[in-house]
């Protein structure tokens, strides 16, 4: 087939195809940049009207819409009574992201290690194949079983009112963020080679100490990156959570049961009302926390990334 | 190469239809207030069968009925509450009644969601803004001397809206208008900036009031009242809200036209206006003209000729404003002389 | 020593219940999808479509459907441009951005784009809520699953085979259309049908980007709002209708099945590909 000329043989195609494959990777790094410089400069006004008091308020009012005059601060204005302070979603996300960590990293580590160790590699696919379908549960649905199962649940306990609120969140938070884990930690422990394991053996001591002392220390670096990838996950989360925080506004929860709130939730809840003011701030205020939440996210997974990279160059060999 | 000419292939068929799409019938989008949601339902489907125009109806909240009527994305922007002065600055809209509603006060108390409690103003604040912190608080049994024994020492969860809201504007408005404090703190508006309450709870549109009452025991929650089927299903309380002469009175076709009636004649050209605690010994304290906001600059002709069909259609006594639709959600036909300014609205639409 | 052993069955024993209880999760939220949404599923929600309280799922099924196509459609032509790049084009610091962007992009808040979308098109570039608003926020979701699993496939392709083909004159194009696209597709079909999975199941970047609609839609790109399973879920659980509640089930279960027959077919494409390949 090659002997016949084609029009693929010819140099304008060799040019063509380079040419265009070259913008559709230059469109997909483009699109980054695209989100981050457009979000920054929409929220502009925002980041010059709130200040610093963005990360230290506590209370998100998009002023009166009903009320005469307006505020100025540095040149920009926003109805009258109009203060965005952020605190209260940061602290959200912040904390929602944390303590599913806390619950999901042990039981991934444990899902992952019985999954290596333990399920006989024949039914392995099997098991890994459900662990995937946990990954592909849409948002939604987590958050539809949480509000209908969960969070009454919750609700029983004494002293939890409601039962939406930060212990809901947590709870859907480490159940989505699991299967990614567990897949990530599988496949660094599967990649590392068997004899780290072997010889710890040989030197003595159990299996359970092999993995403790001699695998996992050795595939840290995988670990690591698994875990931050699965915090910008939560910390991204969006539906589910909205469904089941309790939609927190100007308070911080006092204990575990009470409403809460996150970037991700509050983008979506108040952008309605954010639309109704006329003067614009509060659509860019929510953008300047799309942007808080981006670079957030952002650090996340960078580290994340090198910390893979790190680990894919020192335990690659 | 195949693969490449097949997305061709599908890219053209793309456009191609585009035209296609354009021609169909015309298309009417009505977004906002979830309280109007069920009334549109009926209308629409009762509209529809006579005349070939697709409406799409969706229950969002007010906020996002005026928003999406000023950008365009909707033709009919649902809203209990009228546009501020701001915002009609901005991009002067129309805001047409069509119709009376009103807004219960509902509650989750088991063994007393069979009673009407006497509520007032200042004490609804109270709970809103976490001074009254339990079901028992002597406020709270002075207005209830009759049961006062049996109000639970339980903390009270205070339900709102988490979306920009037009029942949470009339809401705000009956308690700015009743309680000082409340006036200079919090104010009114469809999105208001509540107080910081720790255990307080956000919920999306009035089906999630509903259901969030519901599953929480010990909950109060502000509900428009064409929700009333679903709360007396769904087990909910509601309260006798004390009026500005001083009496209490629940939510009655008798009680919410006797308000109507009080604001009814101070109602300006473009309709902008309060009836929230209208003067009346037997004026029920929190009620609104349901608002469509509408842009009175609609370029295509079809659309145009469309919009200004319908909404000529739901405040006719012979469309819209009949009483098998109103009365299934509890609403109240606009007065006659409300009809004519709706309609005077309606005619400024070119 | 017996202390030790204890202690090693302990722990075993704590993991494998951590695998089960995993397992159990998915079962028991399948279950209540399951449980609730099956009696939901009358024939006529097939074809009748969504109105008020209650109605079909017409609109949303053939929504979902349409915006997952078309987004599927822009991320093919743009996520295996990229890919062929990578392997084919870039010089070694071209590759590696690419890469690293293409992770970024990947842990970007679903709603972050949503959002962007939102201000940039729907009301900046005021095309309304609209198929390519939402299509577009599900290409930009998807593109990163749609690169890495091409940009795998094409750099397995064995370097015998590529220099052979380069040895025998072919140039680039040739050996891309006729060397690697053959050898590569299953993993790369296995790329477009995880992307499928992901989109299927997005919610957030669609509300503020397609809209809603309880019509059936229609092609017209811009200015007409398009349903979507995931809505119906969202909404109409906070609906408080015993109907309602129906759809909202019926909708997730859906959800599900499709989710995890994509999911399922991608798997088994994967087996297939190299278990083929083993035999070679």
Known sequence: ?317 | MRKLSITALALGAALLCTPLAQAANARLLETGSSLLYPLMNLWVADYQKGHGVQITTQSTGSGTGISQAISGVAQIGASDAYMSDGQMKGTPMLNIPLAISAQQINYNLPGLNGIHLHLSGPVIAGIYSGQIKFWDDAKIKALNKNVASKLPHHEIVAVHRSDGSGDTFIFSQYLSFSTPSWKNGPGYGTTISWPSVSNAVGANGNPGMVQTCQSTKYCIAYIGVSFLNETNKAGLGYAALLNRSGNFVLPTAGTISAAAKALGSKTPRDERISLVFAPGAQSYPIINYEYAIVNPKQADPSTRAALKEFLSWTIDAKGGQQERFLSSVHFLPLPAAIVKLSKAQINKIE | ?280
């Open chain 1, 1 to 317: 087939m090659i002997q016949r000329p084609s029009r693929l043989q010819r140099p304008n195609a060799q040019i063509a195809l380079g040419g265009l494959t070259g913008i559709a990777a230059l469109a997909s790094v483009l699109i980054i940049v695209l989100m981050l410089v457009f979000l920054a400069i929409y929220a502009y006004p925002a980041i010059r009207f709130n200040g610093l008091g963005f990360f230290s308020g506590t209370i998100w009012n998009i002023g009166n819409q009903y009320g005469s005059g307006s505020v100025t601060r540095n040149g920009f204005s926003a109805e009258p009574g109009a203060i965005f302070g952020a605190i209260v979603f940061i602290f959200g996300s912040v904390a929602t992201s944390t303590l599913a960590m806390l619950i999901a990293i042990p039981f991934s580590i444990m899902v992952a290690m019985a999954l290596v160790y333990r399920v006989h590699p024949r039914i392995r696919p099997i098991a890994n194949a459900l662990v995937e379908l946990m990954a592909g549960v849409p948002s939604v649905v987590y958050g539809l079983w949480g509000m209908v199962v969960l969070v009454p649940l919750i609700a029983r306990l004494p002293g939890a009112g409601s039962g939406n609120g930060l212990l809901a969140a947590t709870i859907i938070l480490a159940l989505m963020v699991t299967p990614i884990m567990v897949a990530t930690i599988r496949d660094v422990v599967l990649a590392q080679s068997a004899t780290i394991f072997e010889a710890s053996m040989a030197l003595g001591g159990t299996s359970w100490q092999a993995v403790t002392r001699a695998v996992l220390p050795s595939v840290r670096g995988g670990v690591v990156a698994s875990v931050l990838l699965a915090f910008g996950r939560a910390l991204g989360e969006t539906m589910a959570v909205l469904m089941v925080c309790g939609s927190a506004i100007n308070s911080l929860p006092q204990n575990i049961y009470q409403p809460v709130n996150t970037i991700a939730a509050v983008i979506v809840s108040q952008l309605e009302s954010a639309l109704t003011d006329s003067s614009g701030m509060a659509q860019r205020s929510l953008a300047e926390l799309a942007v808080v939440l981006f670079l957030i996210t952002l650090a996340v997974n960078i580290i994340a990334r090198v910390a893979l990279h790190g680990a894919d160059r020192s335990e690659g060999q």
């Open chain 3, 1 to 280: 020593m017996i202390l030790r052993s204890a202690f090693n069955r302990l722990w075993w024993t704590v993991s494998i219940l951590c695998l089960l209880a995993a397992i159990a999760i998915l079962f028991i939220v399948f279950a209540f999808v399951a449980i609730r949404g099956f009696p939901a599923l009358h024939p006529e929600i097939f074809y009748t479509v969504t109105s008020g309280i209650a109605g079909g799922l017409a609109n949303a099924i053939a929504g979902t459907f349409l915006l997952v196509s078309v987004g599927l459609l822009m991320v093919t032509v743009v996520g295996l441009g990229t890919a062929i790049w990578i392997v084919e084009f870039a010089p070694p610091w071209g590759k590696s951005t690419v890469r690293f962007a293409i992770d970024i992009l990947s842990g970007v808040p679903s709603i972050v784009v949503g959002y962007f979308l939102y201000v940039a098109l729907v009301e900046a570039l005021g095309w309304g809520f609209s198929l390519m608003a939402g299509a577009l926020a599900l290409a930009i979701f998807m593109l990163p699953y749609v690169v890495r699993s091409a940009d795998i496939a094409l750099s397995k392709v064995p370097p015998a085979m590529r220099e052979g083909a380069f040895a025998l004159g072919a140039r680039p194009a040739m050996v891309v259309f006729t060397i690697a696209f053959p050898w590569a597709a299953p993993g790369i079909l296995t790329g477009l049908l995880v992307a499928t999975g992901i989109g299927l199941g997005e919610t957030a970047p669609l509300i503020y980007t397609a809209g809603w609609s309880n019509y059936m839609p229609t092609l017209a790109p811009t200015y007409s709002p398009v349903g979507y399973l995931t809505y119906v879920v969202w909404t109409y659980i906070s609906q408080p209708f015993a109907k309602s509640h129906e759809l909202a089930y019926a909708a997730a279960l859906l959800l599900m099945v499709f989710i995890f027959t994509t999911n399922l077919l991608a798997r088994s494409f994967l087996e297939y590909s190299s278990s083929s390949r083993g035999r070679r």
